[in-house]
Every structure is written in C-alpha cells, then in structure tokens.
T-cell receptor, first 114, second 114 residues
Framework: EADIYQTPRYLVIGTGKKITLECSQTMGHDKMYWYQQDPGMELHLIHY???????EKGDLSSESTVSRIRTEHFPLTLESARPSHTSQYLC?????????????FGSGTQLSVL | KNQVEQSPQSLIILEGKNCTLQCNYTVSPFSNLRWYKQDTGRGPVSLTIMTFSENTKSNGRYTATLDADTKQSSLHITASQLSDSASYIC?????????????FGRGTQLTVWP
C-alpha cells in the first residue's frame, strides 16, 4: 500500500472560490506529480517537482499553481475555480532510481465546480 | 506524435474466465512500459514495469508481454475475479526522459460478472 495521501477526497464548490488540494507522502520521495483525469480519458500531467523549491509545469496547461516547501508536501492551488476545472486530480510520487522507477498514486480528489 | 492506444475500450467477462487486453504505442525512443490497475474513484496501482529487453513479466494472475519490435504489449488476466473489475491503463516512457514524460493510454474498462 502506497503512503501517499490526498485530501479532500471529494470537493464541491462554487465558481470563483480559492481552493487548495493537499498531497502528502511519507516515503521520502524526491519526485512528486499532479495529474488531471477526466472520465474515460488518459491522465494528463499538470505539474511536477523534483525536490524542495523545484516545480515545473506539465504537458497540460493548467491555471493551478503548486509549491514544494517540504519534501513530503505538494499542494495544488486554484485561485479562482471555474466549472471547467471540474475533474479528478491525482497526486503521485516516485524515488529517483533510473528508468524503472515506480510511480505511486494517491486516491485522488474529485473536484466539482458549480 | 507519441501515442498509446488501448483495446478494447471496455470488456465484460464472467468470473473465472481469462482475458487479454492490448496496448499499441508509437512512443519513440522507448524506455519502459507499465501496466496500472485503477479501481473506480481511486488512484492507479502499478502491476508491471517492463524495459526494452523484457518480453514478459508476471504479477500473480497478471502477465504482461512486450514486443518492442512491433510496439505492442498485452496484459493477460487468468482466472478472473470480481475484484479484477477496474480500468487497466498502459503507460509508456521514452528513453532519456524524466519520469514526467509518461504517455498514458485511456484504459480498458474491465467488468467481471459473477
């Protein structure tokens, strides 16, 4: 069982609200990732981090921002949520061990913006 | 364009039966191919990781094969159980890339009926 946790599991909010999705891992992994997934569609990378104070945007353009102040914590923030942000957000982590490194996922946050 | 295509999109089988899921990719250069199982509302869980030199890898009742020449992989599930009902996702990584450069398929939705 992976030691990576996401909160909340479900979130329903109104348009214009600021939200933060939490992600924490207790495995000491350097690399952490945020993916966005819509039903029946592939995962899209929106942010990643290779260590403290290191963050990069992923393949899919996103209005969200991330921070990596501590190794174990990688929160994602939306300053002003819109209905187009409705999706499942998956956090993941991996240790730096070459090409075969395993990716561990959290259980996800299902976000609905009304 | 690097792509990962999975078939079938969905599959229904009876408990105890075997099934095979397919994955074709155009990702180049190739580093490794992964199969993940994603239960509804949960994050993906790794089943197998195969590099260029590996033709087959097993994990319990799951057996993955890889033909790097034809760029095809399959996931064979033996003696299916109700708990096998999930989406199975094929993920390909390109050589020399960061782990962030993963190409995801849309998954095959497997339903096992009693």
């Amino acid at each position: 069982e992976a030691d990576i946790y996401q909160t909340p599991r479900y979130l329903v909010i109104g348009t214009g609200k600021k939200i933060t999705l939490e992600c924490s891992q207790t495995m000491g992994h350097d690399k952490m990732y945020w993916y966005q997934q819509d039903p029946g569609m592939e995962l899209h990378l929106i942010h990643y981090s290779y260590g403290v104070n290191s963050t990069e945007k992923g393949d899919l353009s996103s209005e969200s921002t991330v921070s990596r102040i501590r190794t174990e914590h990688f929160p994602l923030t939306l300053e002003s949520a819109r209905p187009s942000h409705t999706s499942q957000y998956l956090c993941a982590s991996s240790e730096s061990r070459g090409r075969g490194e395993k990716l561990f996922f959290g259980s996800g946050t299902q976000l609905s913006v009304l | 364009k690097n792509q990962v295509e999975q078939s079938p999109q969905s599959l229904i089988i009876l408990e105890g039966k075997n099934c095979t899921l397919q994955c074709n990719y155009t990702v180049s250069p190739f580093s490794n191919l992964r199969w993940y199982k994603q239960d509804t509302g949960r994050g993906p869980v790794s089943l197998t990781i195969m590099t260029f030199s590996e033709n087959t890898k097993s994990n319990g009742r799951y057996t993955a094969t890889l033909d790097a020449d034809t760029k095809q992989s399959s996931l064979h599930i033996t003696a299916s159980q109700l708990s096998d009902s999930a989406s199975y996702i094929c993920v390909v990584s390109d050589r020399g890339s960061t782990l962030g450069r993963l190409y995801f398929g849309r998954g095959t939705q497997l339903t096992v009926w009693p």
